[in-house]
């Protein structure tokens, strides 16, 4: 049953994001489509930009914005990814992190001061590429369970397709105006 809840999820995730063009159309999309479905504290879509090795925010769900507005880093805003605990999503690998509390890092110590206590980091990957990062993160410790990471997993592949595409739209929109 779990699994074809998630399948149902999926799908129905796949549906909306189908419906949006727009990078931060898709973007908003997922976050919320997280946030609700999944339970999560906050959810958000990144950038990764390896010639920094920096993250920029897309979209931040609701109580994530909230957090990282307090803390002068809101939507746009760029932050290197050794300031997370991610890094090894670069090279393209899921990250979980069962304990914010034990990590030295400046991002995980602000969301840890607002009440965060788990996280997982899963790339996401186009044309053999990292191009961002879907970062879900809940108020428990060890909060994400060994399914509820392979399925994020599974999500950010669908959210890297659909950004990719909307990369792909907005270039094709830009060279057309050019």
């Known amino acids: 049953r779990r699994q074809l809840a998630r399948t149902s999820l999926l799908n129905d995730l796949a549906r909306s994001i189908a419906s949006h063009s727009d990078l931060a159309s898709v973007t908003r999309v997922v976050v919320k489509y997280l946030e609700q479905h999944l339970y999560v504290a906050c959810a958000g ?10 993250l920029t ?38 990250v979980y992190v069962p304990d914010l509390t034990a990590e030295p890092m400046p991002i995980p110590r602000l969301m840890v001061e607002h009440g965060m206590r788990s996280a997982v980091g899963a790339p996401l990957i186009a044309e053999g590429k990292v191009i961002g990062v879907l970062a879900v993160v809940r108020r428990q410790v060890d909060g994400f369970e060994a ?22 739209h907005q270039s094709l929109r830009q060279a057309y105006e050019d």
Do not use: K
């Open 45 to 54: 879509v990144h950038l990764y930009d390896p010639a920094t090795n920096s």
């Open 147 to 168: 399914d509820e990471r392979e399925f994020l997993q599974t999500v950010s592949d669908h959210v890297a397709v659909a950004v990719h595409q909307a990369q792909l």
């Open 57 to 94: 925010c897309l979209a931040r769900c609701e109580a994530g914005r909230a957090m990282a507005e307090a803390e002068g880093i809101g939507e746009g805003a760029r932050f290197p990814l050794d300031d997370t605990s991610f890094g090894r999503c670069a090279a393209g690998e899921t």
